[in-house]
């Protein structure tokens, strides 16, 4: 955990805006701890209508407003599942499909047991891995009751050996059929994985949909809110009519068989592999976080309609940037031409090709290079964690001793996942032995799911001081079956004397946030005003938690401002590092200033709770507002504003240095009383501060809870503190 307090010489964020709270490093605020989520579930291959953000507004409106994130599928975009198709109507179902096991089963009607439960599953969907378990136990549940559960696979990627192996992985309780040729989904309507149909034994459709709501794009909650299969088989069993007999699954679309068109002047190996090489293969290839591997035509067939919503909907490639503000050198865009390049070969139903023109394996391994050819890896620890199959898993903190007996440069790190299924993000932080000052914040890397370390360079790196202790968190999401990690970091060293330029990490941030409950555009601004001298901004990263909605970065040079990056729709789950397409010279500008906004309200679908009064936090249900700026600046001594206080003086007295310290002391009592004291009257009154600082200051300095502090009490506080 870090304590940004007086460490970070650079930064001096202030606060603004109507409720927002002045911030200063003064006393032991709450540890800033940045956490980076993504995960497989939360790569955007799920379906639903995310509500339109407003702009982030800035301290002076921009020119013009970004572009909407489309949220419904286009017209073009074939639609192919109804919700009510089939409700209360009998369907036949005179199939007889193979079985995992290798026999035969057979679903003619009518059927022996009271109800069935057609479960449609598929191999990768990370759904469905989430879900499998919550279905053996409702088939456990139910089993007395004569409730049978069917699985049923009808993906034409997903082969019987593929399908045996996923059965056996999660450890499936009920039967698994293979629909080869999709004709039982077709009959049923069933268009998602994982999708349920509650059938009675004359074939009517008593529910169809999602298993509950707990899985949702980019959310996963405690439990669910609404166990919708549970309770439409407890409905059916009493013989009532089920309340709601049909709900939007949450999951995977099945690619729909179309007829080929073999004249089609587009196919897989002329176009179509070269497209997904360029924007989708460096995270769904074999051992990426991506759930999927779009490598083979085998493979890619089976997610052609998959394929085709993510890019309409902007979830893929992932990038939130506004185009119309910044030029950053990572940007993740999908060209027109290419997205229309995928339209037309799925209209086409698909066609392979030639197979003589497929690159070869080594123009197609170029993604699969790693960044950094690492001089010393380090473990995060000595054995694996265990992640658990479900629920949540709190950030996970390990400790390591890098061994560094001298100050090393660092010109490449990268935090190398030992389970990319599970790892939804990591960040490695520099704990430096005491009495060591380390210059800017302790970042040293972190792992975003298909975020590459951009190529080091020989000058450029970030000091390390001897002594120093390296602190990996860790955040992990469950896949539906226990797991391990082994993550570890790989380091790559510059000789002292090839270093010209320092990186370091600055800070823009506001920790009196407030957000009212239900509140549909709450806002939290801060500046940053002191930079290193010729310092660089190199890159920019944004971090917001679950209310996040949009986030916008300004530099200013007297009356003169410029949006220099604009996140119009945040999304908590890709925690973007923006590198500039060009440095930009800090020394030209007065401050950088950051708008974040959120919403608190139930339109929000991934508010933890629209009731709640939010403050600053480290968990996700609490919020945030932080940027990390990474700054290049020249190595050597640094000419920066420093406030008036006392220096150290190895060679001073103790007394002398007491007299010192407790001048220090005097003066960040100044600092907060200036910063809090909002009548002057020498007191700070609990009915005088932010809800912030109420909750998470005042009653640790307040030793006779009086409601009410005095300078001493802030001193004794300090003194304790130190």
Known sequence: MLNVGLAEPFSDTAATG???????????????TACALIGPLLLGFLPLDSPTSAQSPPITPPAAAPAKLATELPDSLPRVNSLTAGLNDSVSLDFSLPQTDGSTFALQLPFDSRFRVICFLGCDCPVVKLYTS???????????????????????????????????RQELGFVMLKDHDGQLANRLGATRTPEVFLVDPLGQILYRGRIDDQYRPGVVTDSPKRDDLRLAIEQALRGEAVEIPSTQAAGCLMARRRPVDTDSPITFTDQVVRVLDRHCVECHRPGEIGPFSLVDYDEVIGWTDMILEVIELQRMPPWHASD?????????????????????????????????????????AVAATPAVTPDQVIPMAAQPFTIPAEGTVEYQYFVTDPGFTEDRWVKAAEIIPGNRAVVHHGIVFVRPPDGVRLEGMGWLTAYVPGQRMPPPVSNLARKVPAGSKLVFQMHYTPTGSVEQDLSRLELQFAESEEVTEELITLIGINQGLEIPPGDPAAIAQGRTQRFPD????????????????SFQVRTRDGQSEQILLDVPHYDFNWQHTYLLASPLEL????????????????????????????????????????????????????????????????????????????????????????????????????????RAVQLRLFRRIDQNNDRVLDRNEVLNHLRKNQ
């Open 324 to 364: 119309l503000h910044g030029q950053f050198a990572n940007a993740r865009k999908m060209p027109e031409a290419d997205k229309q390049i995928l339209r037309d070969w799925v209209e086409a139903g698909a066609p392979f090709g030639n197979a003589d023109k497929l690159p070869d394996s080594a123009q197609r």
């Open 534 to 549: 010729r310092g660089r901004l190199l890159a920019i990263s944004p971090h917001m938690h679950l209310r996040g909605k």
């Open 18 to 32: 109507p409720n927002a709270m002045p911030y200063r490093p003064l006393l032991h605020l709450p540890a800033i």
């Open 587 to 690: 020394d030209s500008l007065d401050s950088l200033e950051f708008t974040a906004t959120y919403d608190n309200s139930a339109a929000n679908p991934f508010n933890p709770d629209p009731e709640e009064f939010v403050t600053w936090g480290d968990q996700t249900w609490e919020e945030m507002a932080l940027v990390f700026y990474e700054v290049a600046r020249p190595r050597g001594p640094i000419e920066r504003q420093t406030a008036s206080l006392p220096v150290d003086d190895p060679g001073e007295s103790e007394e002398a240095a007491a007299d010192r310290q407790e001048a220090k002391w005097q003066a960040l009592a100044d600092d907060f009383f200036r910063d809090l004291d909002r009548d002057r009257d020498g007191l700070i009154r609990y009915d005088e501060v932010d």
């Open 134 to 168: 919550r279905l053996n136990e409702l088939a456990a549940r139910f089993a007395a009751e004569r409730v049978e559960f069917i699985g049923v696979n009808s993906n034409p990627q997903d082969p019987m050996p593929k399908l045996i192996e996923f059965t056996t």
